[in-house]
C-alpha cells in the first residue's frame, strides 16, 4: 500500500508507503492512513489542493482533497 500525495502542478509532496497489509477495513485512527499535511521534509505545506494516490498492486486510486489551514 502506498499513497502519494501532489500539489495541483503535479509535484511529489509526499509518499506513505506502509508495504503489505491484510485486506479489511481501517477505519480507528490509529490504524487509517493519516497525512499530517507536512512535506517529505517535515514542513508544513500550504493550504490549497492536492491530488491523492492511492495504490494497491495493480489497483490504482486518485482522488483530490482540499487542505486548509
Avoid: Q
Avoid at 495541483?8 to 491484510?22: A, H, P, S, W
Avoid at 517535515?42 to 492536492?50: K, L, P
Amino acid at each position: 500500500v502506498v499513497i502519494r500525495i501532489y500539489d495541483i502542478r503535479g509535484r511529489l509532496v509526499r509518499e506513505l508507503n506502509f508495504g503489505r497489509l491484510k485486506a479489511g477495513v481501517y477505519e480507528s485512527k490509529g490504524e487509517a492512513a493519516y497525512w499530517d499535511g507536512r512535506n517529505e521534509l517535515g514542513e508544513s505545506v500550504s493550504s490549497g489542493i492536492y491530488v491523492i494516490e492511492l495504490s494497491v498492486g495493480r489497483f490504482r486510486a486518485v482522488r483530490k482533497t482540499c487542505l486548509i489551514r
